[in-house]
């Protein structure tokens, strides 16, 4: 199996040292009572995935700034699609709209931002699978 690529592993959830294990026990992010549930470590390098106790408070932090990244995104193309003035009720749409896509992309952005966060403070090894057999 070839390893993937930094923003496809990322993507996919892979371990961000060895860009093959998979991070979570699931690979379905709607899978909702299995979310966050992850291996304690990569199945394929064996790299700890919760590097110290509290270590995924700092994805609050991600996730903030991914859920900011798509509310501008949403602004941007609802905007160019629907215009939005003062005039009338149009930015309240927006907000309501941007809401429900914010809810509906939450599990699938929680993954994200742990696998963000630990790409942080884990790098790439290519010979991280080797040394484990
Ligand atoms: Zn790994």
New binding site residues.
Partial sequence: MKESGFIPAILKN????????KLFRSNNPYDLKRVLDMHDA??????RTELEIGFWYGTGYVSYVLAVTLSVINLTWYWLIFGITWKDNSIFHWLIVNSIILTLSMPFLLRLSRTLYLSFYVSYDPT??RRMK
Wanted: one cysteine or more.
């Fill in positions: 892979e371990c961000p040292r060895c860009r093959k294990g990569c199945p394929v390098c064996n790299q991280a699978e």
